[in-house]
């Protein structure tokens, strides 16, 4: 089992930035993939960014390339996205995932095995 606790949630003006971070209990090194998902009210899940890690290949959704990027650093077992000129659409519950084996492309919740509890983002207009 692999805790996933994310942080860096928060509410801030449209155009502004946050950083989340995501520490996980198991060494990051070892993960197939690990990606950020969100939720908004009504809407469901979908994948915002993913990193594999053999070769740090990202993949990034339509709505966020060029604003977010995501990032993990190994030495410390954790995941970050920084998300700048931040839209109200991006208020959501955004997720930290990880995966360990193959299971498919990373930018699909049903891929990952291990799943954070979610901070919430609120961009106000």
């Known amino acids: 089992q692999v805790q996933l606790v994310e942080s860096g949630g928060g509410s801030v003006q449209a155009g502004g930035s946050l950083r989340l971070s995501c520490a996980a209990s198991?060494?990051?090194?070892?993960?197939?993939?690990m990606g950020w998902f969100r939720q908004a009210p009504g809407k469901e899940r979908e994948g915002v960014a993913a990193?594999?890690?053999?070769?740090?290949?990202?993949y990034y959704a339509d709505s966020v390339n060029g604003r977010f990027t995501i990032s993990q650093d190994n030495a410390k077992n954790t995941l970050s996205l920084q998300m700048n000129s931040l839209k109200p659409d991006d208020t959501a519950i955004y997720y930290c995932?990880?995966?360990?084996?193959?299971?498919?492309?990373?930018?699909?919740?049903?891929?990952?095995?291990?799943w954070g509890k979610g901070t919430l983002v609120t961009i106000s207009s």
């Open positions: 990193i594999y890690t053999v070769g740090s290949i990202t």
């Open positions: 198991r060494y990051t090194a070892s993960s197939y993939c």
């Open positions: 995932a990880a995966t360990y084996r193959d299971y498919g492309r990373c930018s699909r919740a049903e891929t990952m095995e291990f």
